[in-house]
């Protein structure tokens, strides 16, 4: 039997996916001190765990002893079909935003409580930005959240400010008040924008990729330098999010 756990009836699947849950985008490699800790695993457990993790192909070991996920994993993540029709519709659109602006193209997802960033197009000349694939982002505080937020139910809402609306920066709407009314006119616009939120230095204008039925399936996002910047190009990711909604059906 393994080793006691915080949880001692967990199973052997729970514990598996525990340890694969200790890795994020803040945490791409990690000791197997910090994964049993991450995890709440004894190390013993941990140990036996990353062992099987890694003869399956789950994670690898990297030279300083490290480990992080595997190929395998990444193998079965691009076989989600939500996921890969998306992209795969997206793409050529984000590219065409690039090419147009040179500045951050964003495509998210609702996971949860949060905007997963399941692809992303950047360069050296584009402003700095935490996001990376795979990276989730505040619902309240980022253009794509808005667009998501926006046209989702509003038990999402309830959810969302029930939690805490955290400040991030002297601009962040924390009061649920004030975000109830920004979303009214994302609602009515079809577009949403974050003026430094998030991250003094950055803006962002974002659309919400919609279903025919009205209810949001993703949200596309240009992170740029300037307000003047975002209110350009508001029309530009709107068409395109448009564009996006009518490829994948």
């Not at 577009?191 to 399936?217: C, H, K, N, Q």
Request: aromatic share 4%.
């Amino acid at each position: 039997m393994a080793g006691r756990t915080k949880n001692p009836g967990q199973s052997v699947s729970r514990r598996l996916l525990a340890v694969l849950d200790s890795f994020d985008v803040a945490h791409p490699a990690l000791t197997l001190t910090e994964i049993a800790r991450r995890s709440g695993l004894p190390v013993s457990t941990a140990r036996r765990l990353i062992t099987e993790l890694r003869e399956w192909g789950g994670l690898e070991r990297l030279d300083d002893g490290r480990y992080r996920i595997g190929m395998r994993l990444w193998t079965i993540g691009t076989l989600a079909p939500q996921q890969r029709g998306l992209r795969a519709a997206a793409l050529p659109y984000m590219h065409d935003l690039y090419q147009a602006t040179q500045e951050n193209i964003q495509l998210t997802v609702l996971d949860g409580t949060s905007a997963l960033c399941i692809e992303k197009i950047s360069s050296a000349r584009a402003v700095p930005t935490l996001t990376q694939i795979g990276g989730r982002l505040p619902l309240h505080a980022t253009g794509v959240g808005k667009a998501i937020l926006a046209f989702s139910g509003p038990e999402l809402l309830a959810e969302v400010a029930a939690a805490g609306l955290p400040r991030m920066t002297p601009n962040t709407i924390t009061r649920p008040g004030v975000l109830a009314a920004a979303l009214a006119e994302v609602r009515a616009t079809g577009v949403a924008y974050s003026f430094e939120e998030m991250t003094l230095g950055a803006v962002s204008v974002a659309a919400p990729i919609l279903r025919l039925d009205g209810s949001v399936r993703a949200a596309l996002g240009i992170v740029a330098h300037s307000r003047a910047a975002v209110d350009r190009l508001a029309p530009a990711v709107r068409t395109a999010a448009l564009g996006i909604a009518r490829s994948v059906g």
